[in-house]
């Protein structure tokens, strides 16, 4: 007991440097993960240290903006679409933030192409990867290669997620599935591209360096690459949309140290978390868009379920 209170002593003063150090908006202090020390923390809630690139290489990386000639619309969020994105997930103490991040994504793709709310099975993931390891931490891309291996996932509903990998029990085949994908790939990485890819094809993966995030309560980070380092990713998320944060959000009060920091609309990405509604801003937290916050550009990476829709699709303002 007297351990955790000298942690959690420690990350109340460390959420204070964060809050003096972010040129954001954001706010940090007391959340569900206040008692954990920094190495717990990134065991249990990160998945891996990358800081070289995938076997995929940068040749892998496809899309560019400025081949499609569509205008970029000032924001957008998906959340606002009926039946696009699915609800918070919690991974608990299983090291799955890769599986959860992909199922979200195909999810909303799924629901963008063919107007069918889906809910897909973490678990299949988590048991039945051939390139990951389970609980134990894995890749975005390792998800995707076992949804092409096992030929799509089957409901959540059927397949519920358990917290811990099964080893020896993978039930893929016991159950009708109910999404599936084409293939896969790595967006340039541009914000720009990013952004437009978002807006007119659907959510994407990202992985970003999850720092900041185990004080993070609400607004906007904009962290620096000292204090959160680009090069050094190791957690998967949903990107979800984009917007700017209307001047009063910086408004400053006796106890913020927002003070001095100018009060001008902040660019941000809206992402979808997997540490429970009670994390955040309703299980999302928002990172500053222009700066390559974290790493974000890092991996961005996209299943496809079909070849591209020739009806225009829209993302929600």
């Not at 358990?162 to 039930?171: A, E, F, I, P, W």
């Not at 309560?217 to 917007?243: E, M, N, Y």
Request: net charge positive.
């Amino acid at each position: 007991y007297a351990r955790r209170l000298d942690i959690f002593a420690h990350n109340l003063a460390k959420a204070q440097q964060l809050q003096e150090e972010d040129l954001g908006t954001a706010e940090f202090g007391v959340t569900p993960f206040s008692d954990l020390t920094e190495e717990e923390f990134g065991q249990i809630y990160g998945h891996w240290k990358a800081d070289g690139g995938p076997s995929m290489g940068r040749k892998g990386r496809k899309v560019r903006s400025e081949e499609t000639g569509e205008p970029m619309p000032p924001t957008c969020d998906w959340r606002k679409a009926k039946g696009i994105i699915s609800s918070i997930r919690n991974q608990r103490n299983c090291n799955c933030c890769w599986a959860m991040a992909a199922a979200g994504n195909v999810e909303a793709l799924w629901g963008i192409t063919f107007q069918q709310p889906v809910e897909v099975s973490v678990q299949e993931l988590l048991d039945c990867g051939r390139c990951g390891d389970g609980c134990k931490g894995g890749f975005v891309w390792d998800a995707y290669v076992t949804i092409l291996n096992n030929s799509g996932l089957a409901s959540e509903k059927d397949y519920p997620f358990q917290g811990h990998t099964r080893s020896h029990r993978c039930l893929a085949k016991k159950f009708k599935k109910v999404a599936w994908i084409q293939d896969f790939i790595m967006l340039q990485d541009n914000e720009q591209t990013i952004a437009w890819y978002l807006a007119t094809q659907g959510p994407i993966t990202v992985t970003i360096n999850m720092k900041p995030l185990q004080h993070y309560q609400k607004g906007v980070i904009k962290a620096t690459p000292t204090t959160c380092d680009p090069r050094v990713v190791d957690h998967s998320v949903l990107l979800v949309g984009f917007g700017k944060s209307q001047v009063e959000e910086g408004t400053q009060t006796a106890s913020s140290p927002l003070r001095g920091h100018p009060r001008r609309p902040t660019p941000y990405w809206i992402l979808k978390n997997s540490w429970g509604h009670t994390w955040g801003e309703e299980g999302y937290f928002r990172l500053h868009r222009g700066s390559n916050a974290c790493g974000i550009t890092k991996y961005p990476l996209t299943a496809r379920v079909a070849q591209p829709a020739k009806r225009p699709i829209s993302c929600p303002p």
